[in-house]
C-alpha cells in the first residue's frame, strides 16, 4: 500500500507539487464514442497523495477521462479508448488486469449518491467482503467503523448502521458512499463532481473530507466550481473540447494560467 506518513506529506506539500511523484499517467489518451471522439490525445498525470481537479466547460470530457482511469468506459456500449494509463506500474488496459480489482485500487464517488437499497453497515461492509478483506466479523466490523470515520460520518450514524443508508441525508448518503469507496483501501479516488446534490453545509463537509482524505489516497475530481477547485485541490487541468488546455498547480492556474481558455473559463467568459 502505497501510504506516506504524515510527516512525508508535510513535507511534500512545502516543496512544489512538480516534485511529487506520479501515482497515474496517461498518455495520448483519445476516447470515441462510436464514430464521435470525445478525447484527443490527452496526457495527463496525477501525483501522489494530491488532489487533482479537472474543470471545463460542459461536454469538454472531464468524466469521460475521469472514467478512463478506473476502465468505467468499459461499461459504456460503442465506447473505445486507445493511448495509455498506467497505475503505478500496471498498465490499466492490459487485457489480463482484473478489472474489479482495478476499481477496487482506483474506487469511485459519483455525482448522485448511490447507496444500496440496504443497512449503512451493509453498504460499508460489501466491498470488503467481496474482496475478502476481513478475516472475521469482527474485523469486518473495525473496517466499517474505520471507514465511516474516515469519512466524517461516524459520530452521525454509530447508533444507527443497521438502519437503511437511503434513510440518510444527501450530504450523509454522500459521505456514506465515500466510506464505502475507502472501505476497500483504495489507492486512488475519483469523484464527479461529488457535491452537485449538496446544500453548502454538506459541500463544506466534503470539501473538508477530500482535504484530509489526501493524506492517505490519491484524488481527481471533477468539478463545475472554481471555488472549489481552488479551495480543495493542488494541481488543476483544464479541459475544451476534448482536449487538455493546461494542467498547473491550482494557485497559478487562479492567479496566472497559461493558456487564454483557462483565463476566460475561470473568469467565467464561456462556458
Ligand atoms: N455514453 C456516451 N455516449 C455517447 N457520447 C457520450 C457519452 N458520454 C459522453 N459522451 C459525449 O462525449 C463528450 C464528453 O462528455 P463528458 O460527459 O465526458 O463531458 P463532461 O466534461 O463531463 O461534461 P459535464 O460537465 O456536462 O458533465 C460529450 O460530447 C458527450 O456528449
Ligand atoms: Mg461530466
Redesign the pocket.
Known sequence: MNMLTEAAVEKALDQKMSNVPYKMIGKDVS?Y??E?R??FDVSLNVRENTVTA?I????????????CLNRMNDT????RVTGKITLDTDDVYDPDIDVVELRARVGMVF?KPNPFPKTIYENVSYGPRIHGLAKSKADLDQIVETSLQRAGLWNEVKDRVHESGTGLSGGQQQRLCIARAVAVSPEVILM??PCSALDPIATAKVEELIHELRENYTIVI?T?SMQQAARVSQRTAM?HL?NLVEENDTDKMFTNPDDPRTQDYIMGRFG
Open positions: 476516447v464514442y462510436g464521435k470525445a478525447l479537472l471545463g466547460p460542459s461536454g469538454c470530457g472531464k468524466s469521460t477521462f475521469l472514467r459504456i456500449d460503442g465506447c455525482q464527479d463532481e471533477v463545475h479541459f476534448g
